[in-house]
């Protein structure tokens, strides 16, 4: 297999010759064919392609993951990693670790998030530069980064410079985000979150920076929300605001009206998708690597989505399971999911994680090795060496992984069972339960043939409520974990998995399905033999319009023996769509508040977050936006988007 992976990767192919060996792979689908090859097909910087179609990475990656896995015992063979995610069917290596994992051609980092940041301390001009060329340095590897702007002085507090007062958070987001729209250039990646405090006294300003047209359009914006404020929003009560946040002698603080900020949050959100919110008081209860925050573990921020709560200086990786694979005759009353088999590829899949994060250490090893051997003296290259340096120290000390899940809106319809309704909840539950209990015991597993990771300590996570629910559950597992610790710090999370549901030809993530069926349009030549003219533009172009079904709604009607070949009208689809396990289950028509339901029920079970956008319809009020933000805090979500259907363009 490792002379054909090596033939392999020496063969070159043009651009027509991957896209017409992908189009094949994909059974037509050219959307994701196009998707694979521009990301995802190895490639030089000339633009020479090594990889026909996606069989040619599994490989790739299969040999890389095997030859970590021979240092250690049980290993996993080549083939067996290969048949495991081959097809995009059971276990997806996501974005950075699929498109890095054994490319030589570009110096990046496996990791999809990074967060960065000094601490309380960083308030100096000095320092917010220094995140400002951390911040550009990770993305031009391809990372996508957080950082959290409370240290920042508030507007108008007095500095020892020659402006004497500080200007605040806003001109500082506006920096971040432009270094971040300079680094998205060329195919490269930037993606930012920036967050604050909402016990900042300049939140509000935070809040409103994003609402001036053109304004940080290169970040997304989410306010961490504590407990104390929380509870003063449903008792309509004061708050108080401090510099440094929440200090027992502060230098600065005011007491607000809760509900004037509230409202402006709600608004905000309401009318631009932002500000994002984040629970911090839950996020850091319920956090594992917390249990460790005096040892430099503390969370400070979030990835660009939200589902990786990290401390400065760590990242993650990311994986998904394919939940729609493990349902047994799908779409027919002899439905069933089978969870022996996804009890077994769970633990496959942590273990898979745990081998990418040796491959990553390679990868930062390379980068350090570029660093030191670029012409330009040691002092410009000093931040970045630094940063590389404790990015690597964290990696090899916590060995965090993220391993998540996509399809869960498609396993659902598989079964009969209507997303966003109770069964569908509590099946739901279910399943993310049995994977973190899976996920924890193939870690336990690790820990005892490879090591804990470096300071794991039991009594530090005594009474840490993730671990106590895994204690009620499996309480073997929890006596095994107690005796031999665990190989990685924490384990999972869910992510969007926006490109990678493309390829499993499923839906994304958590979410559900955002439409089963729809029309899209093909400029064709009137004058052609055979063609359809059903539109003509304002320009007189000509357009045939042809439906494209949802993959797992077509297999849906194929099942159930109705023709997917035939132009139906709307009221046609209406009707098909009306007997299926969709309807009443896509993103714009699940009931809100059982989705937020959900996500708590399920954010138990999930030791990072949950990226998850709540999509409401355009004609949906502030008060519903309001309602479901508070239903998020009360059920226990990390964290939570609104999406109001055409408040961004």
């Known amino acids: 297999m490792e002379a054909i992976a090596l033939a392999k990767k020496i063969k070159t192919y043009t651009y027509d010759e991957a896209i017409q060996s992908s189009l094949q792979y994909f059974e037509g689908d050219d959307l994701a064919a196009k998707v694979w090859v521009s990301k995802y097909a190895l490639k030089d910087s000339d633009g020479n392609i090594y990889e026909q179609n996606p069989d040619d990475m599994h490989y790739r990656i299969a040999s890389e ?20 995610i081959k097809k995009f069917k059971y276990i997806i290596p996501q974005g950075s670790p699929m498109t890095g994992i054994g490319n030589n051609f570009q110096i990046a980092s496996l990791s999809n998030c990074f967060v960065i940041g000094s601490g309380t301390q960083s308030d100096s001009y000095g320092s917010i ?20 702007l409370s240290h920042i002085r508030p507007k108008g507090s007095a500095v020892k410079n020659s402006a004497l007062t500080s200007t605040g958070l806003v001109p500082f987001m506006e920096r971040y985000s432009n270094s971040t729209r300079e680094v998205a250039q060329d195919g490269r990646r930037g993606a930012l979150m920036l967050s604050v405090s909402v016990n900042h006294p300049d939140s509000e300003d935070f809040v409103d920076a994003k609402l001036e047209q053109g304004k940080i359009t290169g970040a997304n914006i989410s306010v961490r929300i504590d407990d104390e404020f929380m509870k003063a929003v449903v008792n309509k009560e004061n708050y108080i605001q401090k510099y440094p946040i929440h200090s027992a002698n502060p230098k600065f603080q005011k007491e607000i009206r809760v509900t004037d900020l509230w409202n402006k949050i709600i608004h905000n959100a309401w009318k631009s998708a932002e500000p994002g919110i984040l629970f911090g008081d839950t996020i850091i209860n319920e956090s594992l690597p917390d249990c460790y925050a005096d040892l430099g573990y503390e969370t400070v921020s979030t990835n660009p989505c939200g589902e990786i709560p990290l401390c400065p200086y760590d990242s993650c990786r990311l994986l998904a399971v394919n939940l729609f694979s493990y349902v047994e005759n799908p779409f027919t009353k002899k439905a069933k999911f089978n969870f022996e088999l996804f009890k077994e590829h769970v633990g496959y899949a942590q273990r898979m994680m745990d081998d990418i994060i040796d491959l990553e250490i390679e990868k930062i090893d390379a980068i350090l090795a570029k660093i030191e051997s670029d012409p330009e003296g040691e002092e410009i290259k000093a931040t970045e060496k630094n940063l590389w340096t404790k990015i690597r120290h964290k990696t090899i000390e916590g060995r965090r992984t993220g391993v998540g899940i996509t399809a869960e809106g498609d396993m659902l ?60 559950a499996d309480p073997e597992l929890y006596e ?25 030809q499923t839906s994304s993530g958590i979410e559900p399905v955002f439409m089963p069926v729809y ?23 000509s357009w045939e319009e042809y439906l494209v ?39 714009n028509d699940v009931d809100w508040l059982s989705k937020v339901e959900m996500q708590g029920a399920i954010q138990k079970w999930v030791d990072h977050s949950i990226s998850v956008t709540i999509n409401v319809p355009n004609d949906a009020t502030e008060e519903l936006v309001n309602q479901l933000y508070i239903k998020a805090w009360e059920v226990g979500c990390k964290g939570v988007t609104v999406y109001r259907d055409g408040s961004r363009s």
């Open 480 to 504: 095994d974990l107690k005796k031999h610790g665990r190989r990685n710090i924490a384990l999972l999370t869910i992510a969007p998995t926006g490109s990678t549901s493309l390829m499993s």
């Open 129 to 148: 530069m220094k995140i400002d060329e951390e911040q550009v340095q990770l993305m031009k590897r391809r990372g996508g980064v957080g950082h959290d």
């Open 549 to 587: 079904f949802h993959h797992r709604f077509k297999e849906w009607m194929e099942v159930n023996g109705i023709d997917t070949d035939k132009n139906y009208s709307q009221e046609e689809l209406n009707k098909i769509i009306e007997q299926s396990p969709y309807y009443k289950a896509t993103s």
């Open 413 to 472: 319809a598989a079964l009969g069972i209507q997303y966003g309704s109770k069964e569908g909840n509590e099946f739901s539950t279910l399943v993310h339960k049995t994977l973190a209990l899976a996920a924890y015991r193939s870690s336990v597993e690790m820990a005892k043939e490879r090591g804990a990771f470096a300071i794991y300590d039991a009594k530090r996570e005594a009474n840490n409520p993730f671990i106590l629910r895994m204690k009620e």
């Open 519 to 541: 029309k899209r349009r093909r400029k064709v030549n009137p004058n052609d033999q055979d063609s359809r003219v059903d539109f003509v533009d304002e320009v007189g172009d």
């Open 65 to 84: 993951i095997a030859r970590v896995e021979a240092k250690y015992p049980n290993a996993l063979s080549e083939q067996k990693v290969f048949d495991l």
